[in-house]
């Protein structure tokens, strides 16, 4: 291991970052990937976050179909700029699920419900994650969500009081599970396999996206909505069962991980994490890396948060496709974030062990790809009318690319303080998450008359806070254990 930095800056971390290899002691060799434990508990979050974001998502789809068309239609949303795209599909639209009066403002209201339970649940989930371990959090969280959710029909015919307050409640479900899964990478990604590792976890988050945006659009057209919210919730059941018989939360107390993978995990974390029993609050909030993140995050999630809940509204409304087609391309982007996410944290975790990157580089290259790519390509679909071809590839390619995000600030809070990465997460997922409740109402009322030129507003919005985000981060941002981390506040560092 490195000897201890004696200069120090101001912020309270390390002067120097070099790629955090081991050097100088010996190390154990690296465990292989085959079959091992860390990959095993990385292919089972994949699932249940690709479980988590179906759950999540599912509503935006079937909310087409729960809806009268007629009150749809007295509000006249759809835009006769472009004209009507959708060719006529032979298949008899099953319609015997309930048809609820609900305006767009109702609509508005029970898509953002989620949040306001997700951002409640974000520090405290950290914080028990922390001293208890993410596995039964993680576990339950995303159990919760899926019990509430086999009960939307019944909410839904109660009321919009009743599905409002089921939809906060999976919120708060879900709200635990992003720091509850840092908290266990803290405890088994090696430093020079973060990157892949957690990009292989986070990336079922978007391939949830893109499988459960058409599947429900389907099963909306053959069967009803309500079996949209039965199949997904039972899933849920089945991947809980084998997370709780499957997962450890550490190495150490793992019944199948070999000797030479737990010495290889333990050894690379060895001084890397703290064993202080009490949470330093005061240094962490005022680490100027950790508000990096921070204003990263939130920026990051404005465009996707955005365009999550609203990219069918912009198909249907604008680009005027049909609920099954519109599914289907809704979910294209997505497909491609999740490809660039797994490329992305085999490149990243490459980049610093072979080509000597340091990780404050790799993060910062990583984010700045990940958020002002997709400003441009936002930008630039906001501008091509109605040439629906060009619009999907452009809103395709600008999702595509914050995938890069997965292995920049996404992870950073591994990198400057292991030890409480689920509480970090907790902080920047807290503010990240206010997007997903006032970006999706600024932008319905910036479209009153939905026309191409109110949605160009929408998207330059999104594309100045992306640009600012990685900007910030790049100015700020740092790539090593920060000291306020460290047991004796000067300790070794990898």
């Not at 006032?438 to 992306?466: C, D, H, M, Y």
């Amino acid at each position: 291991m490195r000897s201890p930095v004696p200069g120090q800056s101001p912020e309270g971390e390390k002067v120097s970052d070099s790629t955090p290899l081991l050097q100088g002691a010996p190390q154990a060799e690296a465990a292989p990937v085959c079959c091992s434990a860390r990959y095993n508990l990385a292919v089972l979050a994949f699932f249940g976050f690709f479980i988590l974001y179906a759950l999540r998502v599912n509503l935006s789809v079937a909310l087409v179909d729960m809806v009268e068309s007629n009150t749809t239609l007295a509000n006249n949303r759809t835009s006769k700029e472009c004209a009507e795209h959708s060719a006529s599909i032979k298949v008899m639209h099953n319609h015997t699920g309930k048809r609820y009066k609900w305006d767009a403002e109702t609509q508005g209201w029970i898509l953002g419900s989620f949040f306001y339970g997700y951002i409640i649940t974000q520090i405290p989930g950290g914080y028990v994650a922390s001293k208890v371990g993410g596995k039964l959090l993680l576990g339950f969280g995303i159990l919760g969500t899926a019990v509430f959710t086999l009960f939307t029909p019944i909410a839904a015919d109660i009321g919009v009081g009743a599905l409002i307050a089921l939809r906060a409640l999976e919120g708060l479900g879900e709200g635990v599970t992003f720091p509850a899964m840092h908290a266990m990478w803290s405890s088994w990604a090696p430093p020079l396999e973060r990157s892949k590792l957690l990009s292989i976890s986070y990336a079922g988050a978007q391939l949830g996206t893109v499988i459960s945006l058409p599947l429900s659009g389907i099963i909306c057209v053959y069967m009803d909505w309500t079996y949209v919210f039965y199949f997904f919730g039972i899933v849920g059941i089945i991947w809980f069962v084998l997370w709780i018989w499957l997962v450890s939360n550490t190495p150490e107390t793992h019944k199948t991980v070999s000797h030479q993978e737990k010495e290889y995990i333990l050894s690379s974390l060895k001084n890397q994490l703290s064993s202080q029993k009490s949470v330093p609050w005061t240094p962490m909030l005022k680490s100027l890396p950790l508000w990096a993140i921070v204003v990263a995050h939130f920026s990051y999630n404005w465009t996707f948060y955005t365009l999550l809940t609203l990219l069918p509204t912009y198909m249907k409304e604008i680009l005027r496709f049909n609920v099954q087609e519109n599914g289907i391309l809704s979910a294209v982007p997505y497909f491609g974030c999740w490809l660039c996410m797994i490329m992305s944290g085999q490149a990243a975790d490459h980049l610093r062990a072979k080509w000597n990157f340091s990780t404050v580089c790799v993060r910062k290259l990583f984010s700045l790809i990940g958020m002002i790519g997709p400003a441009v390509f936002l930008v630039a679909a906001g501008f091509i009318g109605c040439d629906y071809s060009l619009a999907v590839a452009f809103l395709t390619i600008s999702t595509t690319l914050g995938g890069f995000c997965s292995s920049g600030f996404s992870i950073n809070h591994l990198d400057i303080a292991p030890s409480y990465a689920g509480i970090l997460l907790g902080i920047t997922n807290t503010f990240a998450t206010i997007p997903g409740m006032i970006g999706p109402v600024i932008a319905k009322s910036l479209t009153p008359e939905n026309t191409i030129r109110e949605w160009q507003t929408v998207f330059w919005i999104a594309a100045a806070i992306n640009v600012f985000g990685a900007i910030f981060f790049t100015l700020f941002g740092k790539g090593e254990v920060q000291n306020w981390a460290l047991d004796d506040h000067h300790g070794h560092r990898n």
